[in-house]
């Protein structure tokens, strides 16, 4: 008890030893050394106050062996240990079990603190050694070698939950770390199927270990204290300088929503560089992992330290991860995702207290349900969410967006949430509004997009057929809707003063040209007029609705122009002509876009209601999702 005492800085022993020690006293130069040698047994063997105070630690069996050269004065020993059922009880991070701990290790007391012997006595022919042992100083006891672990184990410190537990590990010691007060230096740790726990609390914050029975009151920390944190020194430190992780588990648990969300990334593959607890810095780390539904994650991080800042690059990237069971984080949109997968590929960067990313994400095959509630993102747009699908799908059935994010992480208006939506709903907005300029004029305002004035498909006077403009349109709309297999369009005919006068003089030049006794019908006889008036508009008629090949109709006389004035008044067209030649153009339309565009029919409805314009000879059209 007092020799383990003084060594590890006052911590009680409890136990039995066994075994075959020899000691050897050399003198070397007016100093001395006590050697020691031997194999122990141990059972049932407690140090309390160890590693820190308040905590405790134990094992059921070992056998631990002092290989020669080991010396007691000065102490420098090197030890080759076997136990098992170690245990560490009470620590900030919960209960440690290990199943079996073997050890190749080197023990050294710093010089300032070593054993100081006293003058060999001679008592009834034997030689007594007494030496006293100056109480462990700060600089404490030093250890380096090699561990192997199996079965290792952390609970919560109720004990109700596993937050992380490890098959197999392995770690080297290097020179310089220590026991007293414990402060672990890893020049390269493995552990092999190891299974952690990540918690994001009630309120928002990571965690690698909240008690799950603490209560709201206890997760709260000081305002500035990041959750998790102590303002107490730090029980230990372990600085590794490379870790490597093999065929790894995390399991992802979200008490913000209700009820709380679990996930698991399987087969994790993490290389880790130069990194330190419970700072939790580190240089460089890469990981791979698959999530339980096979997608496949990878992530590149690397810190640099310079001149009192921290800059965190991280480049990271999922592919496939399917969306439905992520419903409960999507309630913003207003609509339950039925079906689809979503690839992103982000670059952080967050010098300081600024945070930079650009992100390239794609949805792949994007299926939503019924509308369920408030659709935030519909409003943020100005436009239906599955408008908006339609609109962004290409012909894979992918949506594709460049999303960056910028913030100040300091500014107490800053939400990483809030942030990120504005972004998406930026991006949404651009990718919508610049191909449907094309098509017309998009208002915008405030980021929202206010209104579309979609150009109309235009036709010459009294026909079916486009005129030069309408052509185009034609083509542009067949392009877009082309490339945008899930858009669908409602067509409108109309007509306008253009198409009346046409109509009229058509029926005129039929009458005109008619061998019919009565000169016109049903326009009454004209006892005035004159053949050559009469032969005069029938010219210009025929010229102005292309009968004839003249370029342009001739002039009209001011006989001929009154007449023609009177006649078409009197000319009425049965409003059923206007709606059957609207109703052909709208055929027309279809008939082209299908044909020319191979856009199938059921995309291509025709609207229920008027669409508002100027009256014209023209279709005008509403996009819409496809049914």
């Not at 648990?253 to 419970?278: G, H, I």
Request: net charge neutral.
């Amino acid at each position: 008890q007092p020799l383990f005492t003084s060594f590890l800085g006052g911590a009680g022993v409890d136990g039995v030893v066994a075994g075959t020690m020899q000691a050897t006293l050399r003198r070397e130069g007016g100093s001395q050394t006590l050697g020691v040698s031997g194999d122990l047994d141990t059972t049932m063997v407690s140090l309390t106050g160890f590693p820190e105070a308040g905590s405790g630690m134990k094992w059921q069996q070992g056998r631990i062996e002092v290989a020669e050269g080991s010396t007691a004065v000065p102490f420098a020993a090197r030890l080759n240990t076997q136990l098992s059922e170690l245990t560490v009880r009470r620590l900030a991070q919960g209960t440690l079990t290990i199943g079996h701990v073997t050890s190749t290790v080197g023990l050294v007391w710093p010089h300032e603190s070593q054993p100081q012997a006293e003058v060999p006595q001679h008592e009834e022919g034997r030689t007594a050694v007494h030496f006293s042992v100056v109480p462990a100083q700060s600089s404490g006891l030093r250890v380096h070698g090699f561990v192997t672990m199996n079965d290792v184990v952390l609970k919560d410190p109720q004990e109700q939950q596993v937050w992380f537990a490890c098959y197999q590990g392995r770690a080297e010691l290097r020179e310089g770390s220590r026991l007293v007060p414990l402060a672990l230096h890893l020049q390269d740790l493995v552990l092999e199927y190891p299974y952690g726990q990540l918690v994001r609390t009630s309120t928002g914050r990571f965690a690698f270990v909240v008690p799950p029975a603490a209560t709201q009151e206890q997760r709260q920390t000081p305002s500035g204290v990041p959750e998790g944190t102590t303002t107490e020194p730090a029980p230990f430190a372990v600085q590794i300088d490379r870790a490597t992780v093999h065929g790894g588990e995390l399991f992802f648990a979200d008490y913000t929503l209700t009820p709380p969300q679990m996930v698991s990334w399987q087969n994790v593959e993490l290389d880790v560089t130069s990194a330190r607890y419970p700072s939790l810095r580190l240089s460089q780390a890469v990981l791979r992992a698959f999530h339980e539904d096979g997608a496949p994650i990878r992530l590149h991080g690397a810190a640099e330290y310079t001149d009192g800042q921290t800059v965190v690059k991280i480049r990271g990237e999922v592919e496939r991860l399917t969306l439905p069971r992520f419903n409960p984080y999507l309630a913003p949109l207003g609509y339950p995702v039925r079906n689809g997968a979503l690839s992103l590929r982000v670059d952080l960067v967050v010098p300081g207290n600024r945070l930079q990313a650009n992100s390239a994400l794609t949805l792949h095959d994007l299926g939503l349900g019924n509308a369920e509630g408030a659709n935030t993102l519909e409003r943020q747009v100005g436009l239906p969410l599955s408008l908006i699908v339609a609109l962004l799908k290409d012909l894979h059935g992918n949506i594709n967006l460049q999303i960056p994010v910028r913030g100040q992480l300091d500014e107490p208006s800053f939400e990483l949430g809030g942030t990120i939506l504005r972004a998406i709903r930026d991006a949404v907005v651009g990718a919508v509004t610049s191909p449907l300029k094309l098509l017309g004029a998009v208002l915008t305002r405030k980021g929202q997009v206010r209104h579309l004035n979609l150009t109309p498909i235009t036709f010459r006077p009294g026909t079916s057929q486009y005129d030069e403009q309408g052509q185009r349109q034609l083509t542009r709309l067949g392009e877009f809707l082309a490339q945008r297999p899930e858009l669908g369009v409602q067509l409108s005919g109309y007509t306008g003063p253009a198409d009346l006068e046409v109509l009229q003089d058509r029926l005129l030049l039929a009458q005109l040209q008619s061998s019919a006794p009565a000169p016109l019908q049903p326009v009454p006889p004209e006892p005035t007029l004159q053949s050559a008036a009469r032969e005069e508009i029938q010219q210009f008629l025929a010229a102005r609705l292309g009968v004839t090949a003249s370029v342009s109709p001739p002039t009209l006389s001011a006989e001929a122009a009154t007449l023609l004035a009177r006649l078409r008044a009197q000319v009425v067209i049965p409003p059923q002509d206007l709606e059957r030649l609207a109703a052909e153009r709208v055929q027309q339309v279809s008939t082209d876009l299908a044909s020319r565009h191979a856009i199938a029919s059921s995309r291509l409805l025709r609207a229920r209601g008027k669409i508002p314009g100027r009256e014209g000879a023209e279709v005008r059209y509403l996009l819409q999702a496809a049914l």
